[in-house]
Nanobody, 121 residues
Framework: VQLQASGGGLVQAGGSLRLSCAAS????????MGWFRQAPGLEREFVAA????????YYTDSVKGRFTISRDNAKNTVSLQMNSLKPEDTAVYYC???????????????WGQGTQVTVSS
């Protein structure tokens, strides 16, 4: 599986961005697709995840109510709609695949290349 993330950019606080992750190769229904982010000087952190088959979603507390993860099984894509963005959301965002749900990055075995999101105050 290869993952290609896109959609990052520069936005003012309060604005929105939509990230997309296109997957090549089959994604099994038991798999989980996740988004992580890493800000300068900080560790990579879990943002959101979705079960590929069931569509169950998971979020870190800091993005609940602002971010929405979704998937399109037919197009093999997973998206992250980010609303009400804050400067602290600034980071490189990565999409990744895991065999089962986890918030730990080491449980994810395939990663996209990352896309920069910068939120100005």
């Amino acid at each position: 599986v290869q993952l290609q993330a896109s959609g990052g950019g520069l936005v003012q606080a309060g604005g929105s961005l939509r990230l997309s992750c296109a997957a090549s190769g089959r994604i099994f229904s038991s798999a989980v697709m996740g988004w992580f982010r890493q800000a300068p000087g900080l560790e990579r952190e879990f943002v959101a995840a979705i079960r590929w088959g069931a569509g169950t979603t998971y979020y870190t507390d800091s993005v609940k109510g602002r971010f929405t993860i979704s998937r399109d099984n037919a197009k093999n894509t997973v998206s992250l709609q980010m609303n009400s963005l804050k400067p602290e959301d600034t980071a490189v965002y990565y999409c990744a695949r895991a065999r089962y749900y986890s918030r730990q990055d080491y449980e994810y075995d395939y990663w996209g290349q990352g896309t920069q999101v910068t939120v100005s105050s």
